[in-house]
Nanobody, 117 residues
Framework: QVELVESGGGLVQPGGSLRLSCAASGSFLPILGWYRQALGKQRELVAQITTSGSTNYADSLEGRFTISRDNAKNTVHLQMNSLKPEDTAVYFC?????????????WGQGTQVTVSS
């Protein structure tokens, strides 16, 4: 069982920055990352990072977001710069861990990010 607790969401003006953090329990977390879900839309991948530091980002981000992790502390962060109104969504931290013949995904409760003037 993996528990994930996000923090750092809030209201920010367009062009501003926010840093999301997620604290994860568990001893083996090969993949950590972030998804987001805007109102009325499907949940979409924002970014993910492996234990070795390999990253994957959604193409739509245009290099504005940076994911990082601290393996010793089991934390993952998402630095979001040049925020746009279309970045408004609930952001979910997630962890993928190997199970019996399949990967198992765990989710945090989500944190609201609102970009508005």
């Amino acid at each position: 069982q993996v528990e994930l607790v996000e923090s750092g969401g809030g209201l920010v003006q367009p062009g501003g920055s926010l840093r999301l953090s997620c604290a994860a329990s568990g001893s083996f977390l090969p993949i950590l990352g972030w998804y987001r879900q805007a109102l009325g839309k499907q949940r979409e991948l924002v970014a993910q990072i492996t234990t070795s530091g390999s990253t994957n980002y959604a193409d739509s981000l245009e290099g504005r977001f940076t994911i990082s992790r601290d393996n010793a502390k089991n934390t993952v962060h998402l630095q979001m710069n040049s925020l746009k109104p279309e970045d408004t969504a609930v952001y979910f931290c997630y962890a993928s861990v190997p199970g019996l013949g399949r990967w198992i995904d765990y989710w945090g409760q989500g944190t609201q990010v609102t970009v508005s003037s």
